[in-house]
Every structure is written in structure tokens, then in C-alpha cells.
């Protein structure tokens, strides 16, 4: 919640992204849904419960990760001053592509454990606002075409 983006492990170097949808590979890496490790603080993060008492995986609003009462790494979140530099990377990724716009901590952000960023555009109301615009389009050139009849007849009737 708030600005600033998780920083994920690519092969061309850091990538960014805003879904957390994060998941742990067999090596109990936290990884993204396509397999690319998340970076914590310091570094690919390495979720193990397995000597753990208390099995229970949990994300502060701050980004620490805890098994049980045990901290094992803080989520590295960052943000940009110049976000048009952003450019898409796949799927819900960015890279930056101006090394001048360089990675800073965002001043205020929330991580919400099990929930999921959805997007903002309700569809259904933005495909009516599009129906609306087509056909007041169409209503448009209908008049326009009724007009250019007239001013047509007008000059013929003109000649006579």
C-alpha cells in the first residue's frame, strides 16, 4: 500500500514490480510466480521452517519476514523519483532504463500480508463509457453526413 516496488532478482539485472504474489521454490527461496528470486535487504531471500518451533510465516507492514518470533529478512522496497523511465519487462515487471534515476526508500508504504493489488479500472462501467462513445460517434457522422446532403441539394437547387 502506498508508493515503492518489490525488487526482484532478473537475469539483466533488478527488476521491479508491485504484485506480490510470492511463493517459496524447492531451495525455500521466496520467489515470483515466474520463478524470479525476490530480493530482501540482503539479498535473494531464504525463507527455511524446517528447524523452526513455530512453523508460521509471517510479513510485517514494514516488510520483515518472520518465522515464528525469528527474524530472517526485511523485503526490499524502493521507489523512483522519475517513474517514466519505467519500462515494462514482462509480465508486471519494470527495469529502468536511465541509470541517472536511481533506487531511493519510499517514505511511507504498507505491506498487507494476503492481500493482492488489483487494478483500479472497474470494466464493466469503462465497456459502457466505450458503447456510449461509439455510438454518440456514429450519431455525430450521421449528422455531419445529413448536413453535407443538405449543403449538397442546396447548391443544386442553387444552379437552377
Known amino acids: 500500500d502506498g508508493p515503492g516496488f518489490f525488487v526482484i532478482a532478473g537475469k539483466g539485472g533488478s527488476m521491479y514490480t508491485r504484485n506480490g504474489q510470492f511463493t ?29 518451533k513455530d512453523k508460521t510465516v509471517s510479513i510485517e507492514r514494514d516488510g520483515s519476514i518472520f518465522v515464528g518470533k525469528d527474524l ?20 508486471s515487471l519494470f527495469t529502468n532504463v536511465n541509470s541517472q534515476n536511481q533506487e531511493k526508500t519510499p517514505d511511507s508504504f504498507s505491506i498487507k500480508q494476503g492481500f493482492y493489488e488489483a ?5 464493466f ?12 460517434y456514429e450519431c455525430y457522422t450521421k449528422v455531419d453526413q445529413f448536413f453535407g446532403d443538405m449543403y449538397t441539394k442546396l447548391i443544386d437547387l442553387g444552379r437552377f
Not at 515466474?34 to 530480493?39: A, F, I, R, W
Not at 526490499?76 to 509480465?91: E, H, N, T
Open 119 to 123: 487494478s483500479n479500472v472497474n470494466i
Open 125 to 136: 462501467k469503462e465497456m459502457i463509457e466505450m458503447i456510449h462513445a461509439l455510438r454518440a
Open 72 to 91: 530472517v529478512e526485511t523485503l526490499k522496497i524502493v521507489d523512483f523519483d522519475d517513474k517514466q523511465y519505467l519500462r515494462p519487462a514482462g509480465k
Open 24 to 52: 517459496l521454490d524447492g531451495n525455500n527461496k521466496l520467489v515470483t510466480v515466474s520463478g524470479d528470486p525476490v530480493l530482501g535487504k540482503g539479498g535473494e531471500i531464504i525463507i527455511d521452517v524446517s528447524g523452526a
